[in-house]
């Protein structure tokens, strides 16, 4: 059964570069039937998507997000990566990483643990 | 981006009851909706997708309805187990938006 394991520091400075990576095991990240999603929660928020990237490489970002976000994969690691810059307060949320697939309409099925990112001085 | 407004934001209700959460998308997402669980401190699990197909192992107590803008999810018989948040997800076009949730509270 897949899993996704979640990397990355819980607190980060303002204006800094937040890096998480999520490492896939149990499956394949080469997969044509997988979407590589990255969604954040904050406090006592709703679900706010991020964007994905495809196994081809390609990627969809969220529109609010897009000036600042960056995804990539590396295969040979089964890693795939998020990076948000220029961080500030508004950022500090719940991290996740997951995998939303064709067979479930783009639903997510497989979801990371989370990382809770503080974004402070 | 298309909006998805869930209806109510939160719910008080027994354990036996029959409760029904709505979710309206701003224009047709056909069927490309899914629903979820969370629970506190724990990330969201998908409980249905292309609006009413449960997910293997959701009980059967659960069950969705809709197409176009107008969605429902029902829990009939309410369980211990299913206080929760419900959110709604649109996937018919991305970015694939979320309602902010409904609370279902005992």
């Known amino acids: 059964q897949e899993q996704l394991q979640q990397s990355g520091p819980g607190l980060v400075k303002p204006l800094q570069t937040l890096s998480l990576t999520c490492t896939v095991s149990?499956?394949?990240?080469?997969?044509?039937?997988?979407?590589w999603t990255w969604i954040r929660q904050h406090p006592e928020k709703g679900l706010e998507w991020i964007g994905y990237?495809?196994?081809?490489?390609?990627?969809y970002y969220n529109p609010s997000l897009r000036s600042r976000v960056a995804m990539s994969l590396d295969r040979s690691k089964s890693q795939f990566s998020l990076k948000l810059a220029s961080l500030t307060a508004a950022d500090t949320a719940v991290y996740f990483c997951?995998?939303?697939?064709?067979?479930?309409?783009?639903?997510?099925?497989?979801w990371g643990q989370g990382t809770t990112v503080t974004v402070s001085s | 981006d298309i909006q998805m407004t869930q209806s109510p934001s939160s719910l008080s209700a027994s354990v036996g009851d029959r409760v029904t959460i709505t979710c309206r998308a701003s224009q047709s997402i056909t069927n490309y909706l899914n629903w979820y669980q969370q629970k506190p401190g724990k990330a969201p699990n998908l409980l249905i997708y292309?609006?009413?197909s449960l997910l293997g192992g959701v009980p059967s107590r659960f069950s969705a309805f809709g197409s176009g803008t107008d969605f429902t999810l029902t829990i009939d018989s309410l369980q211990p187990d299913d206080f929760a948040t419900y959110y709604c997800q649109q996937t018919y076009s991305p970015p694939w938006t979320f309602g902010l949730g409904t609370r279902v509270e005992i």
């Open positions: 990237i495809y196994y081809s490489g390609s990627t």
């Open positions: 292309a609006a009413s």
């Open positions: 997951a995998r939303a697939g064709d067979h479930s309409y783009f639903g997510v099925d497989v």
């Open positions: 149990g499956g394949s990240i080469n997969s044509n039937e997988y979407y």
